[in-house]
C-alpha cells in the first residue's frame, strides 16, 4: 500500500510563487511515474504535469513557463513549482503516483487560491 501525502497549498495573490510537495511512503513498489492534476470547482480534473523515472515531463499547455516538476528519487517526493500564478489556477491540486505495476495512487489534495 502507498499513501501520498501533498503540501505547500494556500492562497497567493496574482503574479505569485507557490511549491507544492507530495511524499509517498509505504513498502514494495517502485515508481514508474508521478505527476499533479487539478480540479477547479464544476470542472473535470485535469493533467498539470508529470514526471517519469527517467526525468521524462510532461506539461499542459496552459501551465507550461511557468510551472516545473521536479522529483528526489531518494525521497519519493515530487514538487511542483509555480510561478506566475494565475486566478485561473485556483484548484484542488491532487498527486498521482503509478508504479511499475500499474497501480495508481492518489493523494487527498490540496487547495490553491490565486486571488488578490
Known amino acids: 500500500q502507498v499513501h501520498l501525502v501533498e503540501s505547500g497549498g494556500g492562497l497567493v495573490d496574482p503574479g505569485g510563487s507557490l511549491r507544492l510537495s507530495c511524499a509517498a511512503s509505504?513498502?514494495?513498489?517502485?515508481?514508474?511515474?508521478m505527476g499533479w492534476y487539478r480540479q477547479a470547482p464544476e470542472k473535470q480534473r485535469e493533467l498539470v504535469a508529470t514526471?517519469?523515472?527517467?526525468?521524462?515531463?510532461n506539461y499542459a499547455d496552459s501551465v507550461k513557463g511557468r510551472f516545473t516538476i521536479s522529483r528526489d528519487n531518494a525521497k519519493s517526493t515530487v514538487y511542483l513549482q509555480m510561478n506566475s500564478l494565475k486566478p485561473e489556477d485556483t484548484a484542488v491540486y491532487y498527486c498521482?503516483?503509478?508504479?511499475?505495476?500499474?497501480?495508481?495512487?492518489w493523494g487527498q489534495g490540496t487547495q490553491v487560491t490565486v486571488s488578490s
Open positions: 498521482k503516483l503509478r508504479t511499475f505495476e500499474y497501480t495508481t495512487y
Open positions: 509505504g513498502s514494495g513498489f517502485s515508481i514508474s511515474h
Open positions: 514526471i517519469t523515472s527517467g526525468d521524462s515531463t
